[in-house]
């Protein structure tokens, strides 16, 4: 993999790590391995588990049922008592780390990457812990996991999608930014060809058109084709996105883009008799054919 024998730096400033000392055997040694060495080095993962890595043990179930509800107490009490830190719950397969991840449990997720969790271990949607974080939009979780050597642009089984794709979906604007700032790629592609800002274009949340200018201010190339030739301001109009195709335009699209069969975005918007976007795409002629 990628980050195999990558080092994760781990800050030391969390409220967990300044309880006074001798709590628990489990604290006194990742405070131990956080001071003297700043880092701990990866497991191999990107496969699913084997069954007895399902959470059978009560010791384990009690990590994954602490990690769920907060309680960095009692995850640390079941460590105490051998809990395995890669155990799964039964049904979705995610680790204590995805679920940290998704709550955006910063505290849990320090104490289980120092541990040496394995991030890039996948749930039974072919989801890695940093599509879990980008998934809830938790920025936070986001840059502590690619400071700990999560991929940035891990790929989910399914379709391929990054991260970056999914927060995009979602209209996640802070995830985006924490994803783009991790060094994750905006020109990454899923399967179908489609970057980050097809995505967003086809998102149909409120916050779409924040997640669309986003990307193009970082750089998202705003008429890159997927496979079949579509556009984002294409996807934008069939997921009738007024205000994304806005975005759009405004931030460079080209409304005279076409697929070789002839689809162009202001048939689209015709073929849905939808005035707004069809009086959008002719003003943006129009401007584009002034002097």
């Known amino acids: 993999m990628a980050n195999r024998g990558r080092r994760r730096a781990v800050s030391v400033q969390e409220p967990w790590l300044q309880w006074p000392a001798g709590r628990l055997v489990a604290v006194v040694l990742i405070v131990g391995a956080l001071t003297a ?15 007895s890595q399902i959470a059978e043990d009560p010791a384990s179930t009690l990590l994954l049922e602490a990690v769920a509800r907060g309680r960095l107490d009692v995850a640390l009490l079941a460590i105490d008592q051998g809990a395995e830190i890669e155990a799964r719950e039964p049904q979705r397969l995610r680790t204590a780390t995805m679920l940290a991840a998704e709550r ?81 790629s905006i020109d990454a592609t899923a399967e179908d060809g489609a970057v980050a800002l097809h995505f967003a274009a086809a998102s ?40 994304g195709a806005g975005v759009l335009l405004d931030l ?26 069809i009086r959008r795409i002719r003003t943006a002629f129009q401007q584009r054919d002034r002097p």
């Open 37 to 51: 060495c700043g880092s701990l080095s990866q497991r191999d993962g990107d496969r699913l588990p084997d069954a």
């Open 204 to 243: 149909r949340d409120r916050d779409a058109p924040l997640a669309l200018a986003e990307l193009l201010i970082r750089g998202a190339v705003p008429d890159w084709r997927r496979d079949d030739g579509w556009t984002p301001l294409m996807v934008a109009v069939e997921a009738a996105s007024t205000d």
């Open 104 to 184: 955006g449990d910063i505290n849990s997720l320090t104490l289980l990457i120092a541990l040496g969790a394995d991030l890039e271990a996948r749930s039974d949607e072919g989801w890695m812990a940093l599509h879990h974080a980008a998934a809830s939009d938790r920025a936070r979780a986001i840059r502590l996991l690619i400071a700990g050597a999560a991929d940035p642009d891990g790929r989910e089984t399914l379709q391929g999608m990054t991260p970056l794709m999914i927060a995009s979906l979602l209209a996640h604007t802070d995830a985006i930014a924490a994803l783009l700032d991790g060094g994750a």
């Open 252 to 277: 460079g699209a080209d409304p005279s883009v076409t697929t070789r069969d002839g689809t162009d975005a202001l048939g689209l918007a015709m073929d849905r008799g939808d005035d707004d976007l």
